[in-house]
RNA sequence: GGGCGCGUAGCUCAGCGGGAGAGCGCCCGCCUUACAAGCGGGAGGUCGCAGGUUCGAACCCUGCCGCGCCCACCA
């Protein structure tokens, strides 16, 4: 039988015959999330804890949730997100806040309509097939019945939000808003309707701002022609030279109508103003010059294209050159009258680079060539500038009031590094194209008469007889942009919008700074008299696999959280995202660290479990100092210390570090050495009952702090310590006085360091020897008078696993070890020879290192300039640091000495 | 082409002027009456490279190398 084996059947044999004591609390003996999770949070709500209270009279704290796509499900970067801002808000909320979170949904245009789209083609139909009305319907019953499944995943998560105010970007009182500010804007000039190159998806058939394009260096071919020059009007026969121009997309040939040159570039001076022949089309176009062509780009001379490139349109206005189209909306060459119309655009880069390659005109090709390409950032299809007819936002007036507001602190980005960023965007933002050719969404409020009269109308107007609205919707993050404000009632004067705006903070990802955050800026501050919307921005990272990689589907490396809270809790996930949340940086994560995490909520249930059997309970007040052992003492003052600064960095966003504070308390502190002390003073009558408080302060404050991390099992283990209503709406343990009250005391801090050195040096010398952690060992201590040791001999024997020295005390091995700046000799009977080399070997090794040391301090301390400059409390630590090494230095040669040969 | 950030233990990351840290992984030992989802002990790092500032540099400055991200109308 193997030891594993073993010690299998062993444990079951304990675990039959242990019979739970009576006074053992009514706690499993192990902590089963997936029974206890759903009914906890339902309780919650019941309760009323997350429902705002306008008035209450407390502060208010309020935060809108980003809304999550109607079509989304809960992805393990929303779990972040909803961490965070779930763990801020509970944070206040027992400090005393009202709080609201405010939760919803976006109607996500382009991404609903796809979903419905597909649905639709399974049947073979698209959505001309049922018309604007019907397929609008349609989408409506989708959201009825599929949309907002993260909801209930939000729910498993723990959010605390108000699910009173559940709002979403198409409800009629979104829409009003929406609708009013576009009338606003309209009327204040902002908004304006134009013909320009926009980004074009012939795949979703609509415009899409510029953000909405995902730029991508891409293998494609550069081919340079050849353009010959026309014969003069008059004249017979060839012109008398040529141009060499470049092009990526050799079919937008068919458009050009015109090639330029650089005003000074004196190599084609003397062609400007006459015109070349335009290959295959045999349209003759003029060379013109103009500032934006760089001469020291490719020949210097570029091809026109006006209706498919931004620039080139630019040129074509400055020269009054026609724009034909030659793309329709889904990208198949039309109008050009050449064989290839009727081509996609894909087919026709081919089939044209091989005619103009049969006619002699392609003087050089280089393939493959990369460059940068756009891609629609819903379906990823290779977007095509495209001249058309949209509606913008004139920008540059709202943009730098929403750079000013961060400029001048009315809003805080966090962290600040990321402000930068910001501003770059917001500073040079182009105008914003908000016409989509969509049917999902809010549909522009213009109307126009057969005459071709426009009128703008607000909510409640009604359009004349016999005017059409305008077929188009807003961009998706029109309204989104609006959130801070729609959600809250704008435009009405409510109660609420009074009360919570401006928003306390906003909890996003970095990586929606400018689709999202700069928006929301933009039209808060404008509807708002210049409030902006959030005192407080904070930015997370993305989350990435456990190799650092961005997660995608296509790569395969996506994780399911929802998984992952199934297996190991809402709990563990949370603290597992929490601990590794640092603002701005992007995390990685890997099921392993949940699986971490799953172990810390049972490290703390199992120490909450054992103080419960041991009679821990929370009292008013703690007994008298003087009732206190130091092991009470300093776990006090820990827990006072990590209190402070655990609440500091929540303040400051910085849970990472909060949580990562948090669990090294809980285990290595609390779990490791109090617990394993208060049971030596648990056997003891005197010292019982106040450890049994103490355990239990310890376990309420540490169960707080954790609440907003890992709201579920600190929930049950609380109430069921405190026997109160919840923890949700319990107070925060910081702020005012110190938890314990108490002062705190080093000297008690000191002497269990010193208790703590003593049986790890023991451990590690019966490690060394290979004595079993069950074996007691025989062993006197001496020298523990003077080290002020003498009240915890009993503790070191327990946790040291040391047995008196009775009668026939044979010591074979003598450790010393240096403690409070005496040297305490612990003799021990190993019942044997003990393991010389094992011991002469480590022996060793410590002195290296301690020789180290001290020359490290001595030459610190040799150093004239040294003493002069160093200030004095560091002079004085190195100083400690060379005395303790030569104290360790001389205890390790004794040692060594008094090993037998 | 601009801007930002990062290179610290095998992996993921803290630390950001005075003793190189954590989690996971690895090695050894172990049921030790809260916890084997655990306990005890341990190995492993010229802190990317090169200069500089400083009594002292993983930390500040400069340069280089290698990664990553964002922005931009390189035809």
Redesign the pocket.
């Known amino acids: 039988m193997t030891?594993a084996a073993a010690?299998?059947l062993?444990?079951?044999a304990?675990v039959t015959d242990r019979v739970p004591p009576r006074d053992r609390a009514d706690l499993p003996p192990?902590?089963e999330p997936s029974e206890v999770e759903g009914p906890r949070y339902e309780r919650w709500v019941a309760a009323g804890y997350f429902t705002a209270d306008a008035d209450s009279g407390r502060p208010p704290f309020c935060v809108v949730i980003p809304p999550p796509n109607v079509t989304g499900s809960l992805h393990i970067g929303h779990a972040l997100e909803h961490t965070l801002i779930d763990a801020v808000t509970r944070r206040r909320r027992m400090q005393g806040y009202d709080v609201l979170w405010l939760p919803g949904m976006d109607h996500a245009g382009i991404a609903t309509q796809n979903e419905v789209e597909k649905q639709l083609r399974l049947d073979g139909k698209s959505r001309h097939d049922l018309g604007r009305e019907l397929f609008v319907d349609k989408v409506w019953n989708w959201k009825r019945e599929s949309g907002g499944a993260i909801f209930g995943q939000m729910r498993r998560l723990g959010d605390g939000v108000d699910w009173s105010r559940e709002r979403f970007t198409l409800d009629e009182g979104l829409s009003r808003a929406v609708q009013t500010m576009f009338t606003r804007l309209y009327d204040d000039e902002l908004i304006y309707r134009a013909e320009r190159i926009i980004n074009w998806c012939p795949r979703c058939e609509t415009a899409l701002s510029?953000?909405e394009v995902d730029?991508r260096e891409e293998e494609g071919e550069?081919v340079s022609l050849r353009y010959d020059l026309a014969p003069a009007h008059g004249s017979r026969g060839d012109g008398e030279g040529s141009v060499v121009?470049?092009?990526?997309?050799v079919e937008t040939m068919l458009g050009d109508t015109g090639v330029a040159v650089h005003p000074d570039d004196e190599r084609y001076a003397h062609l400007v103003g006459r015109e070349v022949e335009l290959p295959i089309v045999g349209r003759r176009i003029p060379v013109v010059a103009d500032e934006?062509?760089?001469?020291e780009?490719?020949t210097?001379a570029?091809?026109v294209t006006p209706a498919h490139?931004?620039?080139d349109f630019e040129i074509g206005q400055r020269h009054a050159l026609p724009a034909p189209s030659i793309l329709d909306e889904v990208a198949v060459v039309t109008g050009t009258g050449t064989r290839f119309d009727g081509m996609d655009r894909f087919v026709a880069r081919t089939a044209v680079r091989e005619e103009l390659r049969a006619q002699g005109r392609v003087v050089a090709e280089r393939r493959p060539y990369l460059?940068?390409v756009g891609h629609c950032f819903r379906c990823d299809t290779v977007v095509e500038p495209r001249l058309s007819l949209q509606w913008f936002v004139r920008v540059a007036p709202l943009a730098r009031a929403a750079g000013d507001a961060v400029r001048d602190g009315r809003t805080r980005i966090h962290p600040p590094?990321l402000a930068?960023?910001y501003f770059?965007?917001v500073d040079?933002m182009?105008d914003w194209c908000i016409s989509r050719q969509l049917w999902w969404g809010h549909r522009i409020p213009v109307w126009y008469s057969p005459e071709g009269e426009m009128r703008c109308l607000g909510p409640g107007e009604r359009p004349p007889p016999g005017w059409e609205q305008d077929p188009d919707v807003l961009d998706t993050w029109f309204s989104s942009g609006l959130w801070p404000i729609s959600t809250l009632g704008w435009p009405e004067s409510t109660v609420d919008l009074a009360r919570y705006y401006p928003t306390s903070l906003l909890v996003t990802g970095y990586?929606i700074l400018?689709f999202w955050v700069a928006r929301m800026m933009l039209f808060g501050l404008y509807a708002m008299d210049g409030r902006p919307p959030f005192e407080t921005v904070a930015l997370h990272g993305l989350v990435?696999d456990?190799?650092?990689r961005?997660m995608s589907k296509s790569r395969g490396n996506t994780v399911d959280p929802l998984e992952w809270m199934d297996r190991y809790g809402a709990d563990a996930l949370r603290f597992t995202l929490a601990r590794g949340a640092?603002p701005g940086?992007?995390?990685?994560i890997s099921e392993?660290?949940v699986e971490?995490a799953?172990?810390f909520?049972?490290?703390l249930w199992?120490?909450a479990?054992?103080a419960l059997?041991n009679g821990a309970q929370v009292s008013d007040a703690l007994p008298p100092r003087e009732r206190l052992s130091d092991a009470d003492r300093w776990i006090l003052d820990r827990i006072d210390a990590v209190a402070a600064e655990s609440d500091a960095l929540l303040e400051d966003f910085q849970i990472g570090?909060a949580t990562?504070g948090l669990y090294?308390f809980t285990?290595d502190e609390f779990?490791?050495w109090y617990?394993?002390l208060a049971?030596v003073q648990l056997a003891s009558a005197s010292a019982a009952e106040p450890t049994r408080a103490v355990l239990g302060h310890v376990l309420d404050v540490v169960l707080r702090l954790l609440h907003p991390v890992a709201p579920f099992i600190t929930d049950v283990l609380w109430t069921t310590l405190t026997g109160r209503e919840s923890v949700v709406v319990a107070p925060w343990p910081v702020g005012g006085a110190a938890p314990s009250g108490q002062d705190p005391d080093g000297g008690a801090a000191e002497r269990i360091a010193g208790v703590r050195k003593l049986v790890?040096e023991v451990?590690?010398f019966r490690?060394?020897q290979?004595l079993?952690?069950?074996q007691r060992v025989a062993a006197r201590l001496s020298g523990v008078d003077g080290s002020g040791l003498a009240a915890h001999e009993a503790a070191v024997r327990a946790l040291a696993r040391l047995a008196d020295a009775g009668a026939g005390f044979a010591p074979t091995a003598t450790l010393q070890i240096g403690v409070g700046g005496r040297t305490v000799l612990v003799e021990l009977d190993t019942s044997g020879s003990i393991d010389v080399p094992a011991e002469r070997a480590r022996l060793g090794?410590d002195l290296a290192t301690t020789e180290k040391?001290l020359v490290g301090c001595e030459s610190?301390l040799a150093?004239p300039?040294?003493a002069e400059?160093?200030?004095a409390d560091?002079v004085a630590?190195?100083r400690d640091?060379r005395d303790?090494a030569l104290a360790d230095i001389e205890r390790i040669r004794a040692r060594l000495a008094a090993l037998p040969t």
Request: glycine residues 8%; positive net charge.
């Open positions: 030891a010690g299998a062993r444990r079951l304990r192990r902590w510029d953000i730029h550069l121009v470049a092009t990526t997309r934006a062509v760089d001469p780009f490719g210097g570029v091809k490139d931004p620039t460059h940068s590094e930068k960023r770059d965007w040079n182009h990586d400018f990435r456990e190799l650092g961005k640092n940086a992007d995390q990685a392993a660290w971490g799953r172990n909520c049972t490290k199992n120490a479990r054992f059997a570090k990562e090294h285990w779990c490791d617990l394993e049971k790890t451990r590690r490690a060394d290979g079993a952690p069950g090794k040391e610190k150093n300039r040294f400059r160093a200030p560091v630590m190195i640091r303790a």
